[in-house]
């Protein structure tokens, strides 16, 4: 098995990919954070035309191509308007809890720069015993960035269409294998992707086909960049890597959410966008375990970009690598180091062995 750990230059460019602001629709800088990072490591720089981000690393053949993608927009915000007392109106970009907005701290990014704020709504001393009863809505909430009127707010650079992100700065626990941040949903799968990519570089690792790292768009808001994303790579099958709900937090049933921190990747068996490849599943647990890496299956409710990946064209054989991830579509989650560079070093094994033979046979009958 390969020798993997995240290193000092990988751990800041984590932190930097992670505080970036990037939501639905506003990849662009995140982008170029990834471009910028990983493109020494590839043959060839690829754009679709939404956006996402494909490094291609040839093998020793040119099929199968092989697709490791991960999403780099994050669950957000978008002005849609200013009132004239100066407080900013929003909808959703991605899927939001309201119970986890208010009182939290964000960031508008404008023509100007970016303007902080803080998500707040009528305080709950002048809220009726009726009020206080039920969960506040999107619809009366509000974004204050200290303004007390329409003009003050458009000084500023705010428009309506302006993107807005969590402000979370990423932190280390007290437990060094993990990390808290915003965003890990899911540049922490993009980061795997282009991780591999620099595991093979660096590493001289000889692969039996081309390998595809792509950090997809639009994913939170139905899947869109890995739709257009597989007409650009073609590809042959898909892993995608994501994070995954870890169950091991308060109020969680086991068949909830069967994933738990520090106890490696999950395999992915079923989720609501996509049923896997069942010969693929297995030739993932089979390397898994042949090269001791742990892992731990899981089956949940959310999508993934697999669910787009699958359907291309006559469809690909295709399967989800998750890291279990605590709190996620919030402003903070917590995810294991060690998982993540597990999630590597399966992957990476995976790609040394899928040749034309192993992946015709995820197809035969």
Known sequence: MINYKIDDRAFSFLKEATEAVGPSGFEEPVLALFKNHYSKYADEVRRDNLGSLVLVKRGSSETPRVLVAGHVDEVGFLVTGITNEGFVN?????????????????????????????????????????????????????????????????????????????????????????????????????????????????????????????????????????ETVGWVVDHDVAIVAEVDIAGDVPGIKPNEAQAKLGKGPTIVTYDRSMIPNQKLKEFVIQVAEECKIPYQLSAVSGGTDAGRLHLYRGGRPSIVIGVPTRHIHSHVSIVSLADVENAVKLVVELIKRLDRESVNSFKSI
């Open 90 to 226: 929003f909808t959703t970009l991605g899927g939001w809890f309201e119970q986890v907005l208010l009182a939290q701290r964000v960031v508008i990014k404008t023509k100007n720069g970016e303007v902080p704020g803080v998500i707040a709504s009528k305080p709950p001393h002048l809220l009726t015993p009726e009020e206080r009863q039920k969960v506040v809505q999107f619809s009366q909430m509000f974004i204050d960035v200290g303004a007390t009127s329409k003009e003050e707010v458009e000084k500023l650079g705010i428009r309506v269409g302006d993107p807005v992100a969590p402000w979370s700065p990423f932190t280390r626990t007290k437990f060094d294998d993990r990390i808290m941040a915003k965003a890990l949903d899911d540049r922490i799968g993009a980061f795997i992707a282009m991780e591999v990519l620099k595991v093979l570089r660096e590493q001289n690792i000889d692969h039996p086909n081309t390998y595809y790292a792509a950090a997809t768009v639009q994913e939170e808001v139905g899947l869109r960049g890995a």
